[in-house]
């Protein structure tokens, strides 16, 4: 596509259950970031993919939360038992890693945990 | 550990000034910088990148500069329109083994154009 894709673009869940957030990145595009922005705050850092090396994991706030990336393309954020300060919006960005390295980001995820 | 200081936090002006927007980070090994605007209740849209070889890009109304040995980037605003209120988030892009290696962001300044 033309852009970063990312779906459910709002997700509510009961508290306790597992969501699946989806990434689909810029074609070609080998890194890939996940942050995600509470109300009002700024970015925070979750996860970062960069080609076939091991993901940079020092951003995940527990081990409830994990990332993977298959193929080098699609990404999926997975967050076991939601709790109701998981509640924010899950951003996906993707860029080059070399030369021109724009980053572009998709729209978010809102979830909402209730 | 690189660290991003974007200053000020938060800036009104009337419409039609000129105004520059600061951003200093600690490690000057980067690899390129890039400057986001982000509207309430949205993703971030890129403005700008500047390679680390370059000292300024241009788009409109818009001047990035960036100064690696002293660890600072501006962005220029030049003749504020009620439409640029949003909130300016600074972005270094990490070097390492000769390619790009991440994203640290500042806090973002927002910005407020009075119609």
């Known amino acids: 596509g033309a852009g970063v894709s990312q779906s459910p673009s709002n997700k509510v869940t009961e508290k306790g259950k597992d969501v699946e957030l989806r990434c689909d990145p810029i074609?070609?595009?080998?890194?890939l970031y996940w942050y995600r922005q509470s109300l009002g705050q700024g970015l925070e850092f979750l996860i970062y993919?960069?080609?076939?090396?091991?993901?940079?994991k020092s951003g995940l706030p527990s081990d409830r939360f994990s990332a993977e990336r298959t193929g080098g393309s699609v990404s999926t954020l997975t967050i076991q038992r939601t709790q109701q300060e998981d509640s924010a919006v899950y951003l996906c960005?993707?860029?080059?890693?070399?030369?021109?390295?724009?980053?572009?980001f998709g729209q978010g995820t809102r979830l909402t945990v209730v | 550990k690189q660290e991003v200081t974007q200053i000020p936090a938060a800036l009104s002006v009337p419409e039609g000034e000129n105004l520059v927007l600061n951003c200093s980070f600690t490690?000057?090994?980067?690899?390129?910088l890039q400057w986001f605007r982000q509207d309430p209740g949205k993703g971030l849209t890129s403005l700008l990148l500047?390679?680390?070889?370059?000292r300024e890009q241009t788009s409109g109304r818009l001047n990035a500069s960036l100064d690696k040995s002293s660890g600072r980037s501006t962005l220029y605003i030049a003749a504020s329109q009620p439409g640029d209120s949003a909130t300016y988030l600074c972005?270094?892009?990490?070097?390492?083994?000769?390619?790009?290696?991440?994203?640290?962001f500042g806090k973002g300044t927002h910005l407020i154009i009075q119609p």
């Open positions: 960005a993707s860029s080059y890693s070399r030369g021109n390295t724009e980053a572009f």
């Open positions: 074609s070609g595009h080998t890194a």
């Open positions: 993919f960069q080609g076939n090396s091991a993901p940079d």
């Open positions: 490690d000057s090994a980067i690899y390129n």
């Open positions: 500047i390679q680390s070889s370059q």
């Open positions: 972005a270094v892009i990490r070097y390492s083994g000769g390619g790009a290696d991440g994203l640290t």
